[in-house]
């Protein structure tokens, strides 16, 4: 009965544990499939804050996105997706001009109309930078 008890657990382990180490392998290769390249950054007028304007490429089966994201000016852009305006298009072709109004005002040169992915009107919980969009660049 011990002998059987052993060979089980062993199976066990084996059609369970092996599927599960094979699947959390192939999430954790596979997790950073996507690459970001910067296009253009503008500090803003106090230098605390900057926005990054940059292409987010997903591999071959996805097309360009041009992706805009304000973070803190001492920290580099992660591998992420934009944190403000998400538009599809190379950064060459559709990128929008960004401005800062003021310390605690983006301004992003491009009218919205529907085909955004993202196009959020703030950024940040204190101290945060309103977001606002309109006619001018491509």
């Not at 304007?53 to 992660?78: H, K, N, P, W, Y």
Request: with cysteine; proline share 3%; glycine share 10%.
């Amino acid at each position: 009965m011990k002998v059987w008890k052993k060979i089980a657990i062993s199976f066990g382990i084996l059609v369970v544990g092996v599927p599960l180490a094979i699947a959390g392998l192939f999430i954790y290769a596979t997790s950073d499939m996507c690459g970001n390249e910067v296009y253009t950054e503008v500090m803003s007028p106090n230098k605390e804050r900057k926005v990054v304007v940059f292409q987010r490429d997903c591999g071959a089966t996805t097309g360009f996105s041009t992706q805009v994201s304000i973070i803190e000016s001492d920290d580099e852009l992660e591998n992420e997706g934009g944190n403000i305006y998400i538009i599809k298009g190379h950064p060459k072709d559709v990128s929008p001009q960004v401005r800062w109004v003021s310390n605690k005002e983006l301004r992003i040169e491009r009218s919205l109309n529907g085909s955004e992915y993202k196009a959020e009107s703030s950024w940040g919980i204190l101290n945060n930078v309103k977001v606002t969009y309109g006619a001018g660049g491509s």
